[in-house]
């Protein structure tokens, strides 16, 4: 359909599925119910109980999971959590400078960190809210 899945949660009894999937412009409502109507008739057809289905963008504080989504936001401001402590530290929040060969690198306050994804547990973009004076 066009679009990436993020990320997908279900409740242990699958009594909820939540979708989050993106696209390169951004995702609508429209998107989303677009979406939701595939998935409704795509779970009926391969008998998938469920009560309810939420199919969302990932937000302003998007998951970073792949090499692809390290790369792609370069130059943005993440904090990831780390699997294990390195340095004594378990929390790395700086500017993302690239991802290769399965290790993302990070400007930090304390300098450049280069972080197998392995280690990281999980990791997200920090949302930019930028407030404008009303005139």
Request: net charge neutral.
């Amino acid at each position: 359909m066009g679009y990436e899945l993020v990320d997908w949660e279900q409740s242990p009894k699958g009594r909820y599925v939540r979708v989050f999937i993106d696209k390169p412009k951004g995702v609508s409502v429209e998107d989303c119910a677009r979406v939701s109507r595939q998935l409704t008739r795509l779970f009926a057809v391969e008998n998938i109980e469920f009560e309810r289905l939420e199919v969302s963008s990932p937000g302003l504080d998007r998951p970073l999971r792949k090499e692809a989504d390290f790369q792609r936001f370069t130059g943005e401001e993440a904090e990831l959590r780390l699997a294990n402590p390195v340095a004594n530290v378990r929390r790395v929040k700086g500017i993302l400078q690239g991802c290769a060969d399965g290790a993302v690198v990070v400007e930090t306050a304390q300098g450049t960190q280069t972080i197998a994804l392995a280690d990281i547990d999980r990791a997200r973009l920090v949302p930019k809210i930028e407030w404008r004076k009303a005139t």
